[in-house]
């Protein structure tokens, strides 16, 4: 059983920066593209970054493009996302996933595994 810990978020003052990680379980974890979703109070869950399976390729969404950067360990199981430059408007929970296939989709149901999500609180 595939298991997703998320870690790393807090209340940071708009501008500042956060790192979250996503330690995985499980030996198959570097043949799985992994994404990193968030979601605000009143909101639906929106894509915000992906990896390919060998880290090689990164996307992201619009708002985040430029600010955040996403990246993988995959001799540690572990995925990161490092936030700079927050605004209040990216105050919400954030959850690792792990895609069912090796490249990133922004649809979260192609995603077979979640964590239970990390709170980001960006005060202005």
């Known amino acids: 059983q595939v298991q997703l810990v998320e870690s790393g978020g807090g209340l940071v003052q708009a501008g500042g920066s956060l790192r979250l990680s996503c330690a995985a379980s499980?030996?198959?974890?570097?043949?799985?593209?992994m994404g990193w979703f968030r979601q605000a109070p009143g909101k639906e869950r929106e894509f915000v970054a992906g990896?390919?399976?060998?880290?090689?390729?990164?996307y992201y969404a619009d708002s985040v493009t430029g600010r955040f950067a996403v990246s993988r360990d995959n001799t540690k199981n572990t995925m990161y996302l490092q936030m700079n430059s927050l605004k209040p408007e990216d105050t919400a929970v954030y959850y690792c996933?792990?895609?069912?296939?090796?490249?990133?989709?922004?649809?979260?149901?192609?995603?077979?595994?979640w964590g239970r999500g990390t709170q980001v609180t960006v005060s202005s």
């Open positions: 996933a792990r895609h069912r296939l090796v490249l990133v989709t922004r649809n979260s149901d192609d995603y077979a595994y």
């Open positions: 499980g030996r198959t974890f570097s043949n799985y593209a």
């Open positions: 990896i390919n399976w060998g880290g090689g390729n990164t």
